[in-house]
């Protein structure tokens, strides 16, 4: 099936016993057993739900990969990772992440051992040198990353990890299945916080791992059961609805963020826009090669650095000032005060978060009206 029918169509079809063209919320912790130890495919919902089947399955589908995993958030999701990684262990990662990422990955290194290192996610020779300075168990990836929309060449920096025997993981939260598939591109793992794109209406909490390979998948859903982090069934069949609409929502966010991006490079109060869908993206080429499309995230630089950004966010009316990202409604934030808060000031500094730095998801509107709500904002600053 081409991706928009599969989007529709994935997590199994309609019910072989009712016929119901949704699949069925089971809100039950735990299922009869015809003896001790004997059941019919369930026993607690920890370990596993017939709604969140339909739902994992769909994520494999998805993305692709052999084995779909579906928990409590994405930093749930990003947490059962951590707990695969033995004592001691080094990860690379580039060094534009989200800043939950960011205070996990912290949180590992000064409890438990975890080595970190950070290096520029648009250098593939910079992943080489990190990986020849020490034994890697894995590779972290954002493509594009969050929030300067950067991007890492998937396929090359894969080919390299596997060579000095790493796996990689990719956050594809931005892009989503609709228009990136880093599992195709040599990838082993994909992480997605499933309340932003694929929930798409900013009523859900969830995240989501798929693995490439049976193996790894099957190590992670034991994790998964052991940790716990798992999401209810209500909010499996919320992903899963949500799912249903992906194609046409990310062209709709696609447009719109192209839009909005291309009126925001022209102002003489910005200092930069970070969009991989503009021609002057110092990654354009990269982006038109492993990305069908670029999503609905847009960054933008104002000159006059923190006033200018608070008088810009308060002047808005269409755009909701609020964390979170992805869902049909335009959202605005500012990363050095909210979702990068955790992350020093001075490492901030170092990679490129500065104060005047705020980060739009363009959601679903009609275009004219956003560019008109970011006219209001720059006439306020």
Not at 73 to 83: I, P, R
Not at 202 to 207: A, Y
Not at 324 to 332: I, R
Request: glycine residues 10%; proline residues 5%; hydrophobic residues 40%.
């Amino acid at each position: 099936m081409r991706p928009d029918t599969k989007f529709v169509h994935s997590g199994g079809g309609p019910d072989r016993q009712t016929g119901a063209v949704n699949p069925a919320i089971y809100l039950s912790s735990t299922f009869e057993q015809t003896a001790p130890n004997e059941n019919r495919g369930y026993v607690y919902s920890r370990t596993s739900n017939p709604t969140r089947t339909a739902l994992e399955t769909a994520l494999a589908e998805l993305e692709n990969g052999r084995r779909g995993l579906a928990f409590s958030s994405g930093l749930g999701a990003l947490a059962t990772l951590l707990e695969d990684l033995p004592s001691g262990q080094r990860i690379v990662a580039g060094d534009d992440l989200y800043g939950g990422t960011w205070r996990l990955f912290h949180h590992h290194e000064t409890q438990f051992g975890l080595s970190v290192a950070y290096v520029d996610p648009t250098s593939t020779e910079a992943f080489a040198a990190a990986l020849e300075a020490g034994e890697s168990h894995i590779v972290y990836l954002e493509s594009p990353t969050n929030p300067l929309m950067r991007l890492t060449d998937l396929a090359a920096v894969s080919s390299l990890a596997h060579r000095h025997h790493a796996r990689v993981v990719v956050d594809n939260t931005f892009a989503s299945p609709v228009f990136q598939r880093p599992l195709e591109l040599g990838a082993d793992l994909i992480l997605h916080s499933t309340t932003k794109y694929l929930g798409g209406h900013s009523d859900l909490i969830g995240g989501a791992l798929v693995a490439s390979q049976s193996d790894w998948g099957e190590r992670l859903a034991w994790l998964q059961n052991a940790v716990g982090a798992v999401p209810g069934p209500v909010d499996c069949f919320l992903v899963l609805r949500g799912i249903r609409t992906l194609g046409v929502r990310m062209r709709a966010h696609d447009r719109n963020g192209l839009a909005v991006a291309e009126y925001l490079e022209k102002s003489s109060k910005v200092q930069a826009v970070h969009y991989p869908g503009l021609p002057s993206h110092p990654q354009a080429a990269l982006a038109r090669r492993q990305m069908s499309g670029f999503g609905g995230m847009v960054s933008v630089d104002l000159k006059a650095g923190m006033s200018a950004a608070r008088r810009f966010l308060k002047a808005l009316k269409i755009f909701t000032l609020a964390e979170s990202l992805g869902g049909v409604e335009s959202l605005a934030e500012h990363p050095a005060s909210m979702t990068h808060a955790s992350v020093p000031p001075e490492v901030r500094a170092a990679r490129g978060i500065t104060d005047g730095l705020v980060r739009l998801s363009c959601g679903i509107e009609d275009s004219r009206d956003l560019v008109a709500d970011l006219a209001r904002g720059l006439r306020a600053v």
